[in-house]
T-cell receptor
Framework: NAGVMQNPRHLVRRRGQEARLRCSPM?????VYWYRQLPEEGLKFMVY????????ESGMPKERFSAEFPKEGPSILRIQQVVRGDSAAYFC?????????????FGDGTRLSIL | GDSVTQMEGPVTLSEEAFLTINCTYT??????LFWYVQYPGEGLQLLLK?????DKGSNKGFEATYRKETTSFHLEKGSVQVSDSAVYFC???????????????FGQGTILTVHP
């Protein structure tokens, strides 16, 4: 069974460009979470999606950031007009069902660097 | 809101030493508690979990007990190995009905280095 797949592993963008991060959840998982890890910090929740629905986006910056999880294909985290402060590791996690007891399975992350 | 506080790191130990990493939390009701481990350049891997008071999670020689009275979930291992060197994260997930339901709230992480 393939785990959570994220790509690309590393992404370099210049200020003002767009960054698109992809996440394919584990087979059979329909719940996707995105987290951001700034250097030497813990992970911070950004957004929680189910297929075609955003359930909780309370951790997403109000501007430039968006996320989707279409009926077909991977979940996408999009960052428009990137700035230096967006440099971080972005992790996707998936679970089979919603719920506090459900463990979330993480991908290896996308490390975004802004020049 | 929910929060998790871990002991400050980094922690440096010799092989076969006893390990404790403290974790306390603030949450309403009965959250589920987790320890995740992150090796360099990789994502987080679930190490163990506990979903109700007095539950003990265990895996690979690591243990943690859900203490409701002290709101703690300290990680312990009796004899660490060099291969245990990693970053350890304590996390909680709120119970159903809470505003944080489904998402994980993490501590800041503790870097563990084990020397031969």
């Amino acid at each position: 069974n393939a785990g959570v797949m994220q790509n690309p592993r590393h992404l370099v963008r210049r200020r003002g460009q767009e960054a698109r991060l992809r996440c394919s959840p584990m087979k059979g998982h329909s719940h996707v979470y995105w987290y951001r890890q700034l250097p030497e910090e813990g992970l911070k929740f950004m957004v929680y999606l189910q297929k075609e629905n955003i359930i909780d986006e309370s951790g997403m910056p109000k501007e430039r950031f968006s996320a989707e999880f279409p009926k077909e294909g991977p979940s996408i985290l999009r960052i428009q007009q990137v700035v230096r402060g967006d440099s971080a590791a972005y992790f996707c996690a998936s679970s089979r069902r919603q719920g506090g007891e459900q463990p979330q399975h993480f991908g290896d992350g996308t490390r975004l660097s802004i020049l | 809101g929910d929060s998790v506080t871990q002991m400050e790191g980094p922690v440096t130990l010799s092989e076969e030493a006893f390990l404790t990493i403290n974790c306390t939390y603030t949450a309403t009701g009965y959250p589920s508690l987790f320890w995740y481990v992150q090796y360099p350049g990789e994502g987080l891997q679930l190490l163990l979990k506990a979903t109700k008071a007095d539950d003990k999670g265990s895996n690979k020689g690591f243990e943690a007990t859900y203490r409701k009275e002290t709101t703690s979930f300290h990680l312990e291992k009796g004899s660490v190995q060099v291969s245990d060197s990693a970053v350890y994260f304590c996390a909680l997930s709120a119970q159903a009905g809470g505003t944080s339901y489904g998402k994980l709230t993490f501590g800041q992480g503790t870097i563990l280095t084990v020397h031969p």
